[in-house]
């Protein structure tokens, strides 16, 4: 039976639940080492997938924000992701 709330709605409203709880937890820019725990994956192994060349990579690497020589996250564009939604 399907849904009479478009698709799109819901999305929107996972991703927003998704981005206040990473805002919560983590503020609004995630450490490799609060993203290697959002997603239940050793530090190195993230480190090591995030310098691939994959899609993976790719849609991670694409919130990804350098503040001198430290890499960070957006937790609203992760929450996109997370919720299942296409990236930029």
Known sequence: MQSAIPTQF?????AAKIERELTERFGPLLTAD???EVLHRP???L???LW???EFARTINSTR???GRRNYY???DLA???AGGATQ
């Not at 819901?10 to 996972?14: G, S, V």
């Open 74 to 76: 957006r937790a609203a």
């Open 43 to 45: 530090l190195e192994s």
């Open 80 to 82: 996109v992701i997370l």
């Open 65 to 67: 924000v350098k503040i």
């Open 10 to 14: 819901l999305e929107h409203t996972a």
């Open 34 to 36: 609060h993203l290697a």
């Open 47 to 49: 480190r090591w997938s």
């Open 52 to 54: 691939q060349q994959n």
